[in-house]
């Protein structure tokens, strides 16, 4: 029983760790990973599962995608029989969506507000299709390094917002974080990444406190085939109501 007490008070006076803090290191060697990273693909083509949660409901499912730099993304919600449940696109300058099981047209700007109208996502198609893409898009200057818990990160001040980039031990780009007056205003992770080609097959996006949230995990992908412009146009079918992507008849 003596030797229990003495090992019990030898444990309290040892001293506790202090945890790892974070040390500023050389930017140069993550900038340089950053353009490898955001280098691999300019155009993508695959089949993913697909999650969606927003105030206004959720989905899950099946979608087919094919994206191309710097804005333009071709979405669609494969249903198990039949057409598809609905085909979004945009070229950069037009949103377009059609929903087969109501023929319903929607159409209007490529901007944030018909991108959350439609997908209920808090982005631009641009922001979306770079983040697809492995590829968050910001440019090299300001930036400021340090070696963490985790790995590595970037930050960057600039116009009120604190945008840090992370990197695992490996220095593959891992992470987003778009920060302003000490809160998160979107976070981006990456994971699932391919051995042979080091690309990530899991995207993570999540907007706090909103409730709102994607989580996209490719089955299968291709990077950088041919992909025609016209993909990312759509035709109102004949017949179908027509509306502007802000609600109003056209």
């Known amino acids: 029983m003596r030797w229990m ?3 019990l008070l030898i444990a309290a006076c040892a001293p506790v760790a202090a945890p790892r ?4 290191v050389d ?7 950053l353009t490898r ?8 083509r695959g089949l993913a599962v697909v999650s969606i949660k927003s105030p206004e409901g959720d989905f899950r499912g099946r979608q087919a995608l094919v994206a191309a730099r710097p804005d333009r993304l071709r979405a669609e919600a494969l249903s198990m029989f039949g057409p598809p449940l609905m085909v979004v696109a945009t070229d950069g300058e037009r949103l377009q969506a059609w929903l087969p099981g109501q023929n319903r047209f929607y159409f209007g700007r490529a901007d944030g ?16 299709v770079a983040l697809v893409h492995h590829a968050p898009g910001y440019d090299n200057a300001d930036w400021r390094a340090y070696r963490e818990t985790f790995g590595f990160r970037l ?32 976070k981006a992770a990456w994971s699932r990444f391919d051995e042979q080609d080091g690309f990530p097959r899991d995207l993570t996006l999540e907007w706090p406190g909103t409730g709102r ?17 016209g993909l990312f146009q759509l035709t109102p079918p004949a017949g179908s109501s027509l509306y502007l992507i802000d609600g109003d008849d056209t």
């Open 5 to 7: 007490w003495l090992f």
């Open 21 to 24: 803090q974070r040390v500023e």
């Open 27 to 33: 930017p140069e060697l993550l900038l340089q990973a």
């Open 37 to 44: 990273a955001t280098g691999q693909a300019e155009r993508l």
């Open 113 to 128: 507000n018909g991108l959350s109208r439609v997908l209920r996502l808090q982005a631009t198609p641009r922001q979306l």
């Open 155 to 186: 930050l960057s001040d600039r116009d009120g917002l604190a945008r840090s980039l992370l990197f695992d031990d490996r220095m593959r780009l891992v992470g987003l974080e778009v920060e302003a007056e000490g809160a998160i205003l979107m």
């Open 213 to 229: 949230s994607l989580r996209l995990s490719f089955k299968t992908l291709e990077l950088n085939p041919e992909i025609p412009d």
